[in-house]
């Protein structure tokens, strides 16, 4: 009898550890599903090294490798790239120079009173909402969507995007968090970019997601050094208090600027840039590639 009672009982927790095997995969399944619906799991973790050759394995403002744009896209220059090199030539296929609109996927563009696209980390609060956007996710597909922002004024914005137009969280909607972090001046200093998928959860809003608690497990996480940028006679330039990164597109139909995203200690901004500046590469991969 008591031999039978020890067989129930193993057998019973057998079953209880099978459950909470399948349970706890199926958690895993899903978790993993949702940073793929995550534009931000998509840039590469790290920069072009300095040699071209591949990326870099750390967030050093010290140690991130600079190129102007007709090195990072083959294009010939009598000055600026005699030689047609094409650093994408010498890195894992399938890594490619981002566009302005899937840049748009992952940072705050919203234009200030200024009528520049950049958001404010700065001093004061600052709510914007229904912001509407050009974005393409995933790849090869582009729509425009809605997004609000969120800044306390504490170094710390939020965001909520790829909304419906209508303002509804949709099939793509996410959940952003971006953070300086470090000292201005520093090796250290950076942006630290966070996310999460939402969805049609249309309990979660603009100030749901400025709760640190929202942010115990993000998805994904991305950090941008502030290494500068070297101008057109080879001089660094505000290392250690801007970080930049390259886009493919040309900048307000202009020819000679290419769109680019930058940063500082008081706001995230879209721009234009010289094509013979040389500023950080951090490159897109399709789902393919993997990091």
């Known amino acids: 009898m008591k031999k039978c009672n020890l067989?129930?009982?193993?057998?019973?927790?057998?079953?209880?550890?099978?459950?909470?095997?399948?349970?706890?995969?199926?958690?895993f399944k899903k978790t993993s599903l949702y940073y793929k619906k995550n534009p931000l799991y998509y840039m590469a973790d790290y920069s072009v090294n300095a040699k071209g050759n591949g990326l870099v394995n750390t967030y050093d403002n010290n140690k991130q490798g600079y190129f102007n744009w007709y090195e990072a896209t083959g294009n010939k220059h009598y000055e600026y790239n005699p030689t047609g090199k094409n650093i994408f030539n010498n890195l894992p296929k399938k890594y490619y120079l981002p566009s302005k609109a899937e840049l748009t996927g992952i940072f705050q563009l919203f234009k200030d009173v200024f009528q520049r696209e950049r958001n404010v980390y700065g001093d004061t609060p600052d709510l914007q909402l229904n912001i509407l956007e050009r974005i393409e996710f995933p790849k090869g597909e582009i729509n425009t969507y809605s997004a609000d922002y969120i800044s306390e004024g504490k170094g710390v914005v939020y965001g909520l995007k790829l909304k419906n137009k209508s303002g509804s969280n949709g099939s793509k909607t996410v959940a952003y968090r971006y953070r300086l972090l470090g000292k201005e001046g520093s090796s250290d200093f950076r942006l630290v970019i966070e996310s999460k998928y939402v969805g049609t959860d249309s309990s979660i809003t603009i100030k749901t997601i400025t709760k640190n608690s929202y942010w115990n497990r993000p998805d994904v996480t991305k950090i941008i050094p502030a290494s500068g940028w070297i101008n057109e006679e080879g001089g660094l330039n505000d290392k250690c208090s801007l970080g930049y990164v390259w886009g493919s597109d040309t900048y307000g139909g202009l020819s000679t600027l290419i769109c680019g995203v930058g940063f500082g200690p008081k706001f995230t901004y879209l721009g234009g840039y010289s094509k013979n500046f040389s500023i950080p590469v951090r490159p897109f991969f399709t789902e393919e590639t993997g990091k």
């Open 7 to 27: 067989i129930v009982k193993l057998s019973y927790i057998l079953l209880i550890l099978v459950i909470y095997g399948c349970k706890n995969s199926a958690v």
